[in-house]
């Protein structure tokens, strides 16, 4: 089981960053279409209902609207130059209502380009700003516990912190209203992949602490209501392992299977888990669920 516990800390950091790069942009609350500029190129997003986000902010001025048009229209194709983008609209304009648009790019762009600490950081200050971004909270609460290693300070203290992130997602996005002009599938697909970060975040944040029988439906959940053709084959693995951890081995050798037919990283560890959960299934003890 070491061995497993190694293949998944050095490849759920990769895997989770291809999974937020193709993951669908989710829930930065919308703006009112007044004072919120170059919203055509975005997917549409979601706004919690109920929401009181007092944001304090200077008025904009045409200058700092048409920077952040400049920014928001600018391909994803070179995220370095983006991130310059947005770090010096960021320096120019410190107290812009925009700040939460900007924020909410830059995490995901830190994040595509292996920045991990400084995603983070912009992230706390997205959330500081606007308590209820269910799609930054469900990327850092999947994010952080993915890239915690043996040199991350306080680890404790970075596992609480995505638990509430996951926490926060989970209780918001069901009470966000279906924004006007997003079909019901579109929104119902935008709402179950911020859940499943939510829920794949969770899960993994007990599986470190060693409560696997925590984890197991927090990521159940997160595999059922993954819109994408395959799951995160991150939760799959993680899964997997918190079934023979809690010596659920029929059930960790169907889990493995499903994720050993997903082609990256994970393949052939799944696959090799997979013959392993078999082999305890019929020589051990199962523990019923």
């Avoid at 994408?228 to 993680?238: I, K, M, Q, S, T």
């Avoid at 959960?277 to 051990?284: E, L, P």
Wanted: net charge neutral; aromatic share 6%.
């Amino acid at each position: 089981m070491s061995s497993q516990k190694n293949t998944l800390m050095a490849a759920v950091f990769l895997a989770g960053a291809v999974a937020i790069q193709s993951a669908p942009v989710v829930a930065q609350a919308a703006q009112n279409p007044q004072s919120s500029p170059a919203q055509s190129n975005q997917q549409p997003t979601l706004k919690p209902s109920g929401s009181s986000l007092a944001i304090p902010a200077a008025p904009a001025n045409p200058e700092e609207t048409t920077a952040l048009q400049t920014f928001q229209s600018m391909p994803n194709t070179d995220l370095p130059k983006k991130i310059a983008a947005g770090e010096d609209f960021l320096k120019k304009y410190p107290d812009s209502q925009y700040r939460p648009m900007v924020y909410s790019a830059l995490v995901l762009g830190y994040l595509q380009t292996g920045n991990a600490q400084k995603a983070f950081e912009v992230g706390d200050k997205e959330v500081a700003l606007k308590p209820d971004d269910v799609e930054t909270l469900a990327v850092l609460g999947q994010t952080i516990p993915r890239a915690i290693n043996s040199s991350t300070p306080d680890p404790d203290k970075q596992l609480q912190k995505a638990e509430d992130y996951a926490k926060r997602a989970i209780e918001v996005t069901p009470t966000i209203a279906k924004p006007e002009g997003m079909t019901d599938q579109h929104f119902m697909e935008a709402k179950n992949s911020t859940l499943a970060m939510a829920h794949g975040g969770l899960g993994l944040v007990y599986f470190r602490r060693g409560k696997f029988n925590e984890a197991i439906p927090e990521l159940e959940q997160s595999v059922k209501i993954d819109p994408n053709p395959n799951p995160d084959p991150v939760n799959l693995y993680v899964l997997g392992v918190s079934n023979q951890k809690a010596s659920h081995y029929d059930e960790a050798a169907a889990v493995f299977a499903r994720c050993a037919t997903i082609a990256g990283g994970l393949q052939t560890a799944c696959k090799t888990a997979a013959d392993e959960s078999k082999k305890q299934a019929s020589t051990q003890m199962s523990t019923p669920k």
